[in-house]
């Protein structure tokens, strides 16, 4: 599925396009070419839909809230953007429109088409496209948001955070869900179960309070802020 006809946001210079598509053997966040992880739990919204990693810990995916309207813990995320934001992995946009309603110029960014298509239909503004690749207003993006575990995404942080810095205004901000204190880190393959159907394996990650500096320092970030909001925990990373 093509990702439409290309859409402006209400923000000068901010423009989407088309993001051409991938022939490779892979995507840059590890995710084989034309493969979408996480698409049956975002097709299928009801059911048993979990994150299994490659050392067999599984985490049940919150896809009913993924689908469902933006939460408490998601306001404060937005309370904290005062430009142009990125929400990178957006899924079905719930963040990307409680930005767009807060009156800010919001982009959603994610590989998989119904996710975008979800985004869209709630009134907001998305392209499919893998955030490693060229996308719209790179440097002057206010905020870039990874939400949801997004942190995870392509299965090395410190590459995701350095990503992120290159599409960040010097003045903005990126903010990171986290997972609570005393959860470590890990890297390594997961796979989502959707039912009885498993998916293909890709790169992913995690991060708690404490694990975040590192990959942070790594990328030029500095972590300005952490704060627990609705039983989860965000962190707010500055240009160093």
Same mark, same amino acid.
């Given at each position: 599925m093509s990702v439409g006809p290309t859409s402006a946001i209400s923000e000068p210079g901010l423009r989407t396009r088309q993001s051409p598509t991938r022939t490779g053997p892979a995507s840059a966040t590890g995710v084989p070419a034309g493969v979408d992880a996480f698409g049956i739990a975002l097709r299928e919204r009801a059911g048993s839909h979990w994150l299994v990693q490659a050392d067999g810990v599984r985490r049940r995916l919150p896809v009913e809230r993924w689908h469902g309207? !933006?939460?408490?813990?998601?306001?404060?995320?937005?309370?904290r953007c005062h430009g142009p934001a990125l929400d990178l992995g957006c899924g079905p946009g719930r963040l990307t429109a409680a930005l767009t309603r807060a009156g800010l110029a919001a982009l959603g960014v994610d590989v998989c088409p119904r996710a975008v298509a979800l985004t869209r239909a709630r009134g907001a503004v998305a392209v499919r496209a893998d955030l490693f690749d060229p996308l719209p207003a790179e440097g002057r993006w206010r905020h870039v948001v990874l939400l949801d575990g997004n942190i995870g995404i392509g299965g090395d942080p410190t590459r995701l955070l350095r990503r992120c810095r290159e599409l960040l205004h010097p003045e903005g901000t990126v903010l990171v869900e986290v997972?609570?204190?005393?959860?470590? !880190?890990?890297q390594g393959r997961a796979h989502v179960v959707s039912g009885r159907r498993r998916g293909p394996s890709f790169g992913w990650a995690r991060l708690d309070t404490r694990a975040v500096h590192g990959p942070a320092t790594a990328a030029g970030l500095a972590v300005?802020?952490?704060r627990s909001a609705g039983g989860r925990w965000f962190a707010e990373l500055a240009v160093a």
């Open positions: 309207p !933006a939460e408490a813990a998601t306001a404060t995320v937005v309370a997972d609570p204190p005393g959860s470590g !880190a890990w300005r802020d952490l």
